[in-house]
């Protein structure tokens, strides 16, 4: 991020070949727009997160870890952060967006105006887990320097002003829903693969 909290005039730095694509299917979007009307409108959600969620993500990663019996766990680097958002809630926010009058042709964010450090989150959810756990570093997973993210968060200003938007998770409240989920249907998650 060139500053935070990032808004939808945030200058768009494609460091990774995902967020180039990211930036390369936007543009093409709004080129449509404005060679042909066309009615389309840009949603950037910041992380979302709940069930059914890869497992490869940093949520169930250390959720499914936990719930493998482990009170040490591996992770990447502790230190960045994200803007959290419940699946739910990122729902209804796509679901605010469409039916808008306005935000044609316009880019509209999704997120919780909040950031975490992953580190915290994986104390969160050990203590919503009741274990006590030991986080241990791995730098096999930290991501290469210039394409780590440090910090994310939403600025969703835009989104609460044009709609009717509000969120009805809060993190507790989110990570909650996903671990039951996950605690229900843990067999179809295989953590020894992340």
């Known amino acids: ?5 990032i808004d939808e005039k945030h200058p768009l730095v494609g460091q990774s070949p995902y967020s180039a694509s990211k930036i390369g299917a936007d543009q093409l979007a709004i080129s449509y727009y404005k060679s042909f ?7 950037r959600p910041f992380n979302a997160y709940g069930p059914r969620q890869s497992a490869r993500a940093i949520i169930p990663t250390i959720i499914s870890q936990i719930l493998n019996g482990k009170t040490e766990i591996e992770l990447g680097s502790l230190s960045p952060t994200r803007d959290l958002t419940f699946v739910k809630d990122t729902c209804a926010g796509f679901e605010e967006i469409y039916k808008s009058d306005s935000l044609f042709g316009e880019v509209t964010n999704i997120g919780m105006n909040s950031e975490i450090s992953i580190g915290d989150l994986a104390k969160q959810i050990a203590q919503l887990m009741n274990i006590d756990l030991k986080i241990n570093t791995d730098k ?3 991501r290469p320097e210039n394409s780590e993210v440090e910090r994310l968060v939403c600025n969703n ?3 609460v002003k044009a709609s009717l938007w509000e969120a009805k998770y809060d993190l507790k409240k989110g990570l909650s829903e996903t671990i039951a989920w996950f605690k ?3 067999g179809r998650v295989k953590s020894e693969l992340y």
């Open 140 to 142: 096999e997973r930290i």
């Open 1 to 5: 991020a060139q500053y935070v909290p």
């Open 184 to 186: 229900k249907n843990g």
């Open 37 to 43: 009307e066309f009615p389309v409108k840009l949603v």
């Open 157 to 159: 200003e835009k989104l």
